[in-house]
């Protein structure tokens, strides 16, 4: 009997509905949908970081960058969950690929003897750094960019590189990349 009675009640507990006697269902969301919005701002995001991490080494030295690049690495990165799929722009040989903290770290601000070809990417004097996106593909908590990103340094110097993200959105919000490609254009 009391199964008979779930069955005739379940359709309207699934749609939401409180039945007179019966508490409405408690909703639990285990993944919101990254919007585009989201992910331009995190794209902002980083080159606001890389800027930052730029001005922290004019003004305060490469422990000051070092430590603001260790903040930036840990917001904006998914490490903590595991490997990174990061390949920096001027990387090469063995250490083409950055799954660790420790070789994005090392990419960004140099200083690390187990990366002896890293002279530090954001220590460069960047002026200013914006994202040209050619593709946005969300899929719920999860989107790919691509496109390019264009870095002036402090002489008017344009760099302009092929960028590739993939980005999560984590259940309190926070949009962590999970993939980072980046490359010079191809000059044939």
């Known amino acids: 009997m009391l199964r008979s009675r779930l069955l005739q009640i379940a359709p309207a507990l699934a749609l939401g509905l409180s039945l007179q006697g019966y508490a409405a269902p408690t909703v639990q969301v285990l993944n919101s949908n990254l919007t585009q919005a989201e992910v331009v701002a995190a794209q902002k995001g980083w080159c606001d970081a890389l800027l930052k991490i730029s001005a922290a080494y004019a003004s305060g030295g490469f422990s000051k960058a070092k430590a603001t690049a260790e903040a930036v690495i840990d917001q904006a990165y998914a490490y903590q969950y595991g490997p990174v799929a990061f390949k920096p722009t001027l990387a090469s040989g063995s250490q083409t690929f950055r799954p660790t903290r ?3 770290l090392a990419y960004f601000v140099g200083g690390n003897p187990a990366f002896p070809s890293d002279k530090g990417f954001a ?8 994202v040209i996106n050619q593709v946005i593909q969300l899929n ?6 691509m496109g390019n990103v264009r870095f002036v ?3 008017g110097k344009a760099t302009t590189v ?3 993200w993939s980005f999560m959105k984590e259940l309190n919000g926070s949009i962590r990349i999970l993939l980072h490609h980046s490359s010079l254009p191809f000059e044939g």
Not at 123 to 130: G, H, M, Q
Not at 140 to 145: D, H, K, L, R, V
């Open 123 to 130: 220590l460069k004097p960047w002026r200013s750094c914006e």
């Open 153 to 155: 340094d402090s002489s």
């Open 102 to 104: 420790a070789g994005a």
């Open 140 to 145: 719920g908590g999860y989107a790919t960019t």
């Open 162 to 164: 092929d960028k590739t």
